[in-house]
């Protein structure tokens, strides 16, 4: 079965600093990765994808991660931290293999503080 | 594009009542998800739809809980009857087709208050 496992519940980051929000995930085959946002009283939002190549993504809002195959790892990252970015952040994964539910992680709060 | 529309966003009934929540998908997606939201179990997918079809309904909770796709443009989560704890938001989404490879469009949430 596959999972998503985000480590931390919440994540706090001073305005101007780096940012990282961790994902390791488990999946049989070639994985499909997925991050979204969530703002308060509004649905996920799509924010970047890795389906294969480059294992640097580059997505919405400046954000960017980072596809870590030996560590089963897909972090979040943005070099620059604004206000704004206080949400609630997924990742999910799936897999190349037909149908294949695509499962969400529990969700990390980011809070940054300016 | 509109995006993804639920309707209605909040409902609040009585424990027992039937409540339907409506989901307009985006225009040529031809896959629609329904998941349920809450603090203690997070997202879970309720429900998968492909070309009108369901394909994946392992995650329906009961009995109680019945979904429709009558056509591209229209689909229906029905609770009957409804619980307190079924209390959560409730969110439609779409993707473009069957590749897992695209992402998907979340609608705004339909926020169910059974009391």
């Known amino acids: 079965a596959q999972s998503v496992a985000q480590p931390e519940d919440q994540v706090n980051v001073a305005e101007g600093n780096p940012l990282t929000v961790k994902c390791t995930y488990s999946v049989s085959g070639n994985p499909y990765l997925f991050w979204y946002v969530q703002y308060p009283n509004r649905g996920l939002q799509f924010l970047l994808k890795?389906?294969?190549?480059?294992?640097l993504v580059k997505g919405s809002y400046g954000f960017e991660a980072e596809f870590n195959k030996s560590q089963t790892s897909f972090h979040l990252k943005k070099p620059s931290a604004l206000v704004s970015d206080s949400a609630l952040y997924f990742c999910a994964v799936t897999n190349s293999g037909g149908y294949q539910k695509v499962t969400f992680g529990i969700g990390t709060k980011l809070q940054v503080i300016p | 594009d509109a995006g993804v529309i639920q309707s209605p966003r909040h409902e609040v009934t009585e424990m027992g009542q039937e409540v339907t929540l409506r989901c307009k998908p985006i225009s040529g997606h031809n896959s629609l998800f329904w998941y349920r939201q809450t603090m203690m179990r997070g997202l879970e997918l309720l429900i998968y739809f492909n070309n009108n079809v369901p394909i994946d309904d392992s995650g329906m909770p009961e009995d109680r809980f019945s979904a429709k796709m009558p056509n591209a443009s229209f689909s229906t989560l029905k609770i009957q009857p409804s619980e307190p704890r079924d209390s959560a938001v409730y969110f439609c989404?779409?993707?473009?087709?069957?590749?897992?490879?695209?992402?998907?469009?979340f609608g705004p949430g339909t926020r169910l208050t059974v009391t």
């Open positions: 989404a779409s993707r473009r087709d069957s590749t897992p490879f695209y992402e998907q469009y």
């Open positions: 890795y389906i294969t190549g480059d294992n």
